[in-house]
């Protein structure tokens, strides 16, 4: 996950920005709405951690585990929520996929010999082939999707402004930078 020094920053960045935003807007809806907005903040700032520059601070060996329970959870409640449709499969396979790069990175972290420091495989791939594969597919797909779907949403003449935490292409765009972000964090797994 962490690969060059300003790749990581641009990512920490990016995903923490988003998970302000998603905080922020967390606070102007309610129910449902609020839930997702909640789970993207997790998910926000969660990825902001993950991306965190190796040589600013090497994680721990046992923080891996912290991030597979604390995605695992936000998985469970994901799964617990999609029969209410929405973005909740989207949250439930994020949730997911955060998990799996959070054990694949702690695995090289137990094998000293395989040149691994702190989480960071160096050599030696992380994860497995065909899920990470999947993976970067389902994101492809999800990226272009969103992106096809931000199209300027016109204001009516007379109509009042919209707040901008309660714009849906806002919302959108809060999406479609994790859905990137999480794009990269794979390839470099």
């Known amino acids: 996950m962490h690969g060059p020094a300003l790749s990581a920053w641009l990512l920490l960045t990016l995903c923490g920005a988003s998970g302000v935003y998603c905080l922020l807007r967390m606070r102007r809806c309610a129910g449902e709405e609020r839930r997702t907005?909640?789970?993207?903040?997790?998910?926000?700032?969660?990825?902001?951690?993950?991306?965190?520059?190796?040589?600013?601070?090497?994680?721990?060996?046992?923080?891996?585990?912290?991030?597979?329970?604390?995605f695992g959870v936000a998985a469970l409640r994901a799964l617990t929520a999609v029969r209410h449709g929405g973005h909740h499969l989207h949250h439930l396979l994020g949730s997911l996929a955060m998990v799996y790069m959070a054990v694949a990175m702690?695995?090289?972290?137990?094998?000293?010999?395989?040149?691994?420091?702190?989480?960071?495989?160096?050599?030696?791939?992380?994860?497995?082939?065909l899920v990470t594969g999947a993976l970067l597919a389902y994101y492809v797909v999800y990226v272009l999707r969103a992106g096809a779907r931000l199209v300027p949403v016109a204001v009516p003449a007379g109509g009042p402004p919209?707040?901008?935490?309660?714009?849906?292409?806002?919302?959108?765009?809060?999406?479609l930078s994790m859905a990137l972000a999480m794009l990269a964090m794979l390839v470099t797994l």
């Open 37 to 70: 907005a909640g789970s993207e903040a997790v998910m926000g700032f969660g990825m902001a951690a993950m991306a965190l520059p190796a040589a600013v601070l090497t994680p721990p060996p046992w923080s891996w585990a912290v991030y597979a329970a604390v």
């Open 162 to 175: 919209a707040v901008w935490a309660n714009r849906p292409e806002f919302a959108l765009v809060c999406r």
């Open 106 to 129: 702690a695995v090289p972290a137990q094998l000293p010999a395989q040149g691994a420091h702190g989480g960071h495989a160096a050599g030696g791939t992380g994860g497995v082939p």
